[in-house]
C-alpha cells in the first residue's frame, strides 16, 4: 500500500518509458518528421486520459465504462469556448469565451466537476458490472444529446479555427504543444502516485478490499469512492480539452461507448493497478493502429488478435511483461 | 417551416375530447384554438404497443443469451453482438444461395451456436477465472476480429434478405388498424423462446446443472459434472439464441457489418434493468425497453409539440426519445441498484 | 508503412501537354476501407485508382488510407500525409464529419482538397475556402431537387430524417421548394435500425406521398419494412438510399422509387459510357454515384496537371476552377464558391435482368449550384 524502494526494476521501466515518450518526438523535430510528434502528443493525451480513469479504476476498482462522457465534455468546453472567442460572439451570461488554454482547462476541470458528481452519487449507489453499465447509460445520454444539439455542430462536430493560447509558447508549433500536453501528462501521473500513497489512497484500496471493515473505522466508502471518481474525470476531461486542441476539432465520436472502452483497453493493455499502465497502454496501441493502418485495410482485424493474445498470453499487459507482477491487484 | 397540419402555434389545448365516436376505431381529440387537433387513434396506440412488444423480444432472445452467460459463467460477452451479427449473415447467405428463409434460419442457429462454441473454446474458457477487465479487453478484441472477418468473407457492401412468402402480408387489428404478420411471427417466437427457456431450466437435467452452475460454481464440478463441457454447451445456446434474432431482424433490417454493436448496448441496457443472471429479469426488462424506446420515438414530439412549435419539438423530442431509456434505466438502478429481479448473485 | 499504388503502368503514350510538367505529383487519398460504411470508400477508391490508371500519367503517386470512418483517425491521416508523405493534394473523404474535421485544417495549410462526396453547408459558405473544390455536390442538393419534384405530383408529403446536422439540412432543403402541405415531419435516431413506429404514423396520417433520407443501413431498414409493411403510399429519396451500393440489399422493395441525384448510369454522354463500361470490366459490378463523383474527381486533376504545376497553387487553383475536363454527369462548372453548377436527375428504380438499378426520368434542375454561394466571400 505505500510505495516501493526508489529504484524498483518498475520505476526504472517508467522513467525509461518517460524518457522515450520524450525523446521520440525530440527525435522527430531534429529529423524534420513533425506528423512523428503529432503522434506522440496523440499518445500523450490518451495516456493523460486513461490516467484519470486509472484513479477511478486502478486505485477504487470502479470501472467506469462511461469516461468518454467527460473526455468529449473537456473537448467540448475547449471548442464551444473558443469558438465564441473567434466568432466574438458572447454566450450565456455575456461570457465572451476563451482561446487561452489555462482558463479551458479550468472551465474543463469544473465542468466536468459539476456532472461527475451527479453521475457519481448515482452510479456508486450499484457496483460491479451494475456499475459499468450505468455509468454507459450516462455516457450515451450526454452521446445523443451532442449529436442531436444543433448550436454546436451536432454530428458534424465543431471546428476549432486556430489552436487555443498558451502565455509564452506558440502553440501552433507541434512541440511546443507537445510538451505541454507531456508535463500535464506527468502532473497526472504525479497526482495518481501521491494519491496512491496517501491516506486518501489507503481509504480507497480498504473501500475497494473490504468496505465493511472501513465503514467500521467511521469512514464512508461511499464519500472516498465518490471523490476519487470526481477527480478522476476532471483528469479526463482536462485530456478531452487537449484532445480538441491536437485535432482542432471536437466531436460526438468524442463521446461513443468505443471511447471509453478505449481507455480501458489502454489501461489493461499496459497493465491494469500501476502508474504507468496507462501510458505503456497508449503508446503500444496508437503504435499498432498507426503501423497496421499502414500495411493493410484489414489493420482491425490484426489489432483485434494482438489485444486477445495481450489479454491471453500477457497477463499483467505490457508492464506485466517488462517489469513482472504488479504489487496493487 | 410552411403551412400544413404540423405547422401549430404554440397556445395549449383548450379541452380534451375523449369521446371516441370519431374516425376508425375512435380517436381522441384534442381541439386547438386554431381548430386544429393531435389525433391519437386507439388502432395506431395498439399498433405501436405491439411495435414496442416486438422491440422488446428482439432484445429478449439477445438478452437471454448474454443474462445465461453471466449468470453461470460469470462472464461480460461483448462479443454477444457479433454472434448476433453471425446469424445475420448466415441466414443471408444461405438464403440467397437455396433461395429458401427457412434453411437460413436453420443456417443461422448453427453458424451462430458453432461460432460460439469455438470461441468458447478457444478463448473464452480462459477467461472464467479472470477478472472482468480481462473479459471486456478480449470480447472487445473478438468485435474487432469478427466484424473485419465477417467483411474479409463477404464484402463490403450489405446482403440481402427478405421476410419468407409464408409470413408476408398483414392481419387486422381490433379497432381497424392492421398489424404485419411477420413481427407477430417475431413475437410468437420470442414466447416460445421464453417458455422453452423456463421449461429447460427448471424441468431437465441440464437446466439443474444450470442453476447448481449458478449458484455454487465448485459444487457443481465436486459433484463430478464436466463443467467444461456444460459451460460450452451454455456458451453454444445463448450464441444460437442472439443468432436467431439476427437471422430474425436480418430480414428486417441491413444485414451489414457493425449491426451487432447497437443491439449489444441495448441488451446490455436489457440485462442491467432486469438484473443480470435474471431470465425473468431479461424478459421484463426487453419488453420495458422496447415499449419505452417505441412509445418515446412516438408520443414524445407529440407532447412537446404541444407546449412549443412544431418545428422545435421534432428535433427537441427526437433528442429525447434517444435518450429515454438511458434516463429509465439510470433511475432504475438509482433505486434498485441490482436491476428489477436480481439474482441472488 | 506506407501503402503506395503507383498509377500509369500504362504510359507509353504520354501527351505532350503532360511532358512539359512532368514532375511527380502526390495525392492523398483519405476514405473509408473497414467497418459499415466502408461499400461506399471502396467504390470510391476503385474509381478513382481506375481513372489514375487509364490516363496513363506515370508521375502520379497515390497515399491511400483507411479513416475507419473516425473523424480523429481522419485528422491524423491528413496531418500524416501534409507533414510526412508531403502530398500535393488531397481527397477521398465520404462523410459530411469528416469532411469537417479534416477541410478546415487542411485548406488552412494551404493544401488543396477536393470532395468526391459531401458538402456540408458551411464549407459551401460562411467557411469556403479557395483551396476547397467540392466535385461531387452540397449537401442540401438532392433534397432541393426531390422537393422541385414532388410538387408535379404531390400535395400533401411526409417527410422524416435522421436527428442530425445533414439530416436538418436535408428537410430543409427539401422545404425550400417544395409548395404543398406537409403530412408529418419525423425525426429519427441516428443509427436508428426499427422503423415500425414511423411507418405507423404515416400510414396514419393521410399522406400522399414519402420523401425520406436515410443513409446507409437505416435507409435499407426503412425501405424493407415499408414495403413489407403493405403501405402504398409512394416513397421519394435522395439518390444516397437507391443507389448502387444499397439497391441489391433492398431489392425489390425500391423498384419504382423516385430519387434524385447528378449522375445516373445511363446518363448519354461519351464519358459515362467509357466510365461505366471500364468500371464493369474492372470490377464486375455496376459504379455508384460515389465512384462518379470520384472518378470525376480524378480527371479534373488530371485535367489540371495538363495546364499548371501542382507546385505553383495559383495557377493550379486556376486549372481546377476551370473543370477542363469530360464529366460523366455532361455539363460540369464551378461556382463562385468551388462547389459545382449541375443539372439534378429524377431516376427511377428498375430492373434491367436480375440486377435493380436506376434509369433517369426527368430533371429536376437544370445548372443548379448552391444555396450557400451568396454567403461565400472568396
Given amino acids: ?329 | 417551416m410552411r403551412g400544413g397540419a404540423y405547422a401549430r402555434t404554440s397556445e395549449l389545448p383548450l379541452t380534451l375530447d375523449l369521446s371516441p365516436q370519431v374516425g376508425r376505431g375512435g380517436v381522441f381529440v384534442a381541439h386547438f384554438p386554431a381548430s386544429e387537433s393531435i389525433r391519437l387513434s386507439i388502432a395506431l396506440l395498439i399498433e405501436q404497443l405491439l411495435n414496442g412488444l416486438q422491440l422488446g423480444v428482439m432484445l429478449f432472445l439477445m438478452a437471454a443469451g448474454l443474462t445465461l452467460i453471466f449468470g453461470v459463467m460469470g462472464l461480460i460477452n461483448l462479443a454477444h453482438g457479433s454472434l448476433y451479427m453471425v446469424g445475420a449473415f448466415a441466414c443471408a447467405a444461405v438464403a440467397a444461395a437455396t433461395g429458401s428463409f427457412w434453411i437460413g434460419l436453420v443456417a443461422s442457429l448453427i453458424a451462430a451456436a458453432a461460432a460460439g462454441a469455438i470461441v468458447e473454446v478457444t478463448v473464452i474458457r480462459r477467461l472464467y477465472d479472470r477478472d472482468h477487465l480481462d473479459q471486456v479487453l478480449a470480447t472487445f478484441a473478438l468485435i474487432l476480429m469478427f466484424s473485419e472477418g465477417t467483411r474479409w468473407l463477404f464484402g463490403s457492401f450489405p446482403l440481402y434478405l427478405d421476410i419468407p412468402p409464408l409470413l408476408q402480408g398483414a392481419v387486422p387489428l381490433p379497432g381497424g388498424g392492421q398489424y404485419q404478420l411477420y413481427r407477430l411471427a417475431i413475437i410468437g417466437v420470442g414466447i416460445v423462446v421464453a417458455i422453452g427457456l423456463y421449461l429447460l431450466i427448471s424441468r431437465t437435467r441440464l437446466g439443474m446443472r444450470i442453476r447448481a452452475g449458478e449458484s455454487d460454481r465448485e459444487m457443481i464440478a465436486a459433484l463430478g459434472v464436466d463443467i467444461r463441457t456444460l459451460y460450452t454447451v451454455v456458451f453454444a445456446l445463448g450464441a444460437a439464441l442472439a443468432g436467431l434474432a439476427g437471422a430474425m431482424v436480418g430480414a428486417l433490417q441491413s444485414v451489414q457489418v457493425g449491426m451487432g454493436e447497437p443491439a449489444l448496448i441495448l441488451a446490455f441496457v436489457v440485462i442491467v434493468i432486469g438484473g443480470i443472471g435474471s431470465i425473468k429479469g431479461a424478459l421484463f426488462g426487453a419488453i420495458l425497453v422496447g415499449v419505452v424506446d417505441t412509445m418515446g420515438r412516438f408520443l414524445l414530439p407529440k407532447a412537446l409539440a404541444l407546449a412549443m412549435p412544431a418545428a422545435e419539438a421534432g428535433p427537441i423530442g427526437a433528442a429525447l426519445a434517444s435518450m429515454l431509456i438511458y434516463i429509465v434505466m439510470a433511475l432504475i438502478l438509482a433505486f434498485r441498484p441490482s436491476g428489477l429481479f436480481a439474482a441472488q448473485s | 508503412m506506407k501503402k503506395i499504388i503507383v498509377a500509369g503502368i500504362f504510359g507509353l503514350s504520354m501527351a505532350a501537354s503532360n511532358l512539359a510538367h512532368a514532375e511527380p505529383v502526390k495525392i492523398g487519398v483519405i476514405t473509408t476501407l473497414s467497418g459499415g460504411g466502408a461499400g461506399l470508400g471502396v467504390d470510391m477508391r476503385d474509381a478513382f485508382t481506375l481513372a489514375m490508371k487509364k490516363s496513363g500519367n506515370k508521375d502520379v503517386e497515390l497515399v491511400i488510407e483507411d479513416d475507419a470512418q473516425k473523424p480523429e483517425i481522419a485528422v491524423q491521416l491528413a496531418e500524416k500525409m501534409i507533414q510526412s508523405d508531403k502530398v500535393d493534394l488531397l481527397t477521398g473523404i465520404i462523410w459530411s464529419n469528416l469532411a469537417m474535421a479534416v477541410v478546415p485544417n487542411a485548406v488552412a495549410q494551404d493544401i488543396i482538397y477536393l470532395s468526391p462526396n459531401a458538402g456540408p453547408s458551411v464549407l459551401a459558405g460562411a467557411k469556403c475556402n479557395p483551396n476547397y473544390f467540392n466535385v461531387a455536390y452540397q449537401n442540401d442538393n438532392f433534397h432541393e431537387a426531390m422537393g422541385q419534384y414532388a410538387n408535379k405530383d404531390y400535395k400533401k408529403t411526409f417527410i422524416l430524417a435522421p436527428n442530425y446536422p445533414a439530416g436538418k439540412d436535408s428537410l430543409t432543403g427539401f422545404k425550400r421548394y417544395y409548395k404543398g402541405e406537409l403530412a408529418g415531419e419525423i425525426y429519427t435516431q441516428v443509427g436508428q435500425t426499427d422503423y415500425a413506429a414511423e411507418i405507423a404514423q404515416i400510414r396514419d396520417s393521410g399522406a400522399d406521398s414519402v420523401f425520406f433520407f436515410l443513409p446507409g443501413g437505416m435507409g435499407i431498414a426503412f425501405m424493407k419494412q415499408y414495403a413489407q409493411s403493405g403501405v402504398k403510399i409512394p416513397v421519394m429519396g435522395p439518390g444516397f438510399s437507391f443507389d448502387q451500393d444499397i439497391l441489391p440489399a433492398v431489392g425489390d422493395a425500391a423498384l419504382g422509387v423516385k430519387n434524385s441525384a447528378s449522375w445516373s448510369k445511363d446518363l448519354d454522354n461519351a464519358a459515362n459510357k467509357e466510365f461505366v463500361e471500364a468500371f464493369q470490366a474492372e470490377y464486375k459490378r455496376l459504379p455508384s454515384v460515389y465512384a462518379a463523383q470520384s472518378w470525376d474527381t480524378a480527371n479534373l486533376i488530371l485535367s489540371a496537371l495538363g495546364k499548371a504545376s501542382v507546385k505553383d497553387k495559383d495557377a493550379f487553383r486556376a486549372a481546377l476552377k476551370a473543370a477542363d475536363f469530360k464529366s460523366v454527369r455532361g455539363d460540369f462548372t464551378f461556382n463562385t464558391n468551388n462547389h459545382p453548377i449541375q443539372n439534378i436527375y429524377v431516376r427511377e428504380v428498375v430492373k434491367e435482368g436480375d440486377v435493380l438499378t436506376n434509369k433517369i426520368v426527368g430533371t429536376a434542375f437544370e445548372k443548379r449550384g448552391d444555396a450557400y454561394a451568396e454567403q461565400c466571400k472568396m
Fill in chain 1, 1 to 329: 500500500m505505500t510505495n516501493a524502494p526508489f529504484m524498483t526494476r518498475e520505476t526504472i521501466i517508467n522513467a525509461l518509458l518517460a524518457l522515450l515518450l520524450l525523446g521520440f518526438p525530440l527525435a522527430a523535430q531534429a529529423m524534420g518528421e513533425p506528423f512523428y510528434i503529432t503522434l506522440a502528443t496523440r499518445i500523450a493525451v490518451l495516456a493523460l486520459a486513461a490516467v484519470g480513469l486509472n484513479i477511478a479504476l486502478g486505485l477504487g476498482g470502479l470501472v467506469s465504462f462511461g469516461h468518454a462522457a467527460f473526455f468529449g465534455l473537456g473537448g467540448y468546453v475547449a471548442g464551444i469556448l473558443a469558438t465564441h472567442a473567434f466568432n466574438a460572439e458572447p454566450m450565456l451570461f455575456g461570457f465572451e469565451g476563451t482561446t487561452s488554454m489555462p482558463a479551458i482547462w479550468l472551465a474543463a476541470i469544473v465542468v466536468c466537476g459539476l456532472i461527475a458528481l451527479p453521475i457519481g452519487a448515482i452510479s456508486l449507489r450499484t457496483a460491479g458490472v451494475y456499475f459499468i453499465m450505468i455509468t454507459l447509460a450516462f455516457a450515451q445520454m450526454i452521446y445523443y444529446f451532442a449529436v442531436s444539439w444543433p448550436a454546436y455542430g451536432g454530428e458534424d462536430g465543431l471546428s476549432i479555427y486556430v489552436r487555443n493560447e498558451f502565455p509564452g509558447l506558440n502553440t501552433a508549433q507541434p512541440l511546443p504543444f507537445f510538451l505541454i500536453c507531456y508535463v500535464l501528462l506527468l502532473a497526472a501521473l504525479a497526482l495518481f502516485w501521491m494519491l496512491r500513497g496517501s491516506r486518501f489512497g489507503a481509504a480507497l484500496e480498504a473501500a475497494r478490499q473490504n468496505p465493511v471493515r472501513l465503514s467500521a473505522v467511521g469512514i464512508a466508502p461511499f464519500t472516498i469512492r465518490l471523490v476519487a471518481f470526481v477527480i478522476s474525470a476532471m483528469v479526463t476531461g482536462v485530456a478531452g480539452a487537449l484532445f480538441a486542441d491536437l485535432n482542432k476539432f471536437v466531436s460526438p465520436s468524442m463521446l461513443s461507448w468505443q471511447m471509453s472502452g478505449e481507455f480501458i483497453v489502454l489501461i489493461i493493455l499496459g497493465g491494469k493497478g500501476r502508474l504507468f499502465g496507462p501510458v505503456a497502454g497508449a503508446m503500444l496501441y496508437v503504435l499498432i493502429e498507426y503501423a497496421l493502418g499502414g500495411i493493410t485495410e484489414r489493420w482491425q482485424f490484426f489489432l483485434g488478435l494482438i489485444l486477445l493474445c495481450v489479454v491471453l498470453f500477457a497477463r499483467g499487459g505490457l508492464l506485466g511483461l517488462l517489469a513482472g507482477k504488479a504489487r496493487h491487484g
